[in-house]
């Protein structure tokens, strides 16, 4: 059984930053593929960005060059780097891990953390 907590969320300008980190117990972090999603109020929870257990990313269009993800096998951690942040970027940023290749389906990822809120004021 893995665990996952999310911390960083915050609320930020239009054109700042943010990192969120991701921090995992109970499993072999290093064979897992992580994924972070988020959820706005009534929406879907959608892929934002994703690493493989070999390091491969992937991203969102709506992030690509802003957003960064990485991961830290030895503290068991994924980040994910949010630059120039838009409005549209708030939302409740969840993480996901998943056996080797990050996904786009949120339904593929066995384990989630709580989610951090992260809003971006205009």
């Known amino acids: 059984q893995v665990q996952l907590v999310e911390s960083g969320g915050g609320l930020v300008q239009a054109g700042g930053s943010l990192r969120l980190s991701c921090a995992a117990s109970g499993g072999t972090f290093s064979s897992y593929a992580m994924g972070w999603f988020r959820q706005a109020p009534g929406k879907e929870r959608d892929f934002v960005a994703g690493?493989?257990?070999?390091?491969?990313?992937y991203y969102a269009d709506s992030v690509k060059g802003r957003f960064t993800i990485s991961r830290d096998n030895a503290k068991s951690t994924v980040y994910l780097q949010m630059n120039n942040l838009k409005p549209e970027d708030t939302a409740v940023y969840y993480c996901g891990a998943r056996p080797a290749y990050s996904s786009l389906i949120a339904s593929s990822y066995n384990y989630w953390g709580q989610g951090t809120q992260v809003t971006v004021s205009s």
């Open positions: 690493i493989n257990n070999g390091g491969g990313t």
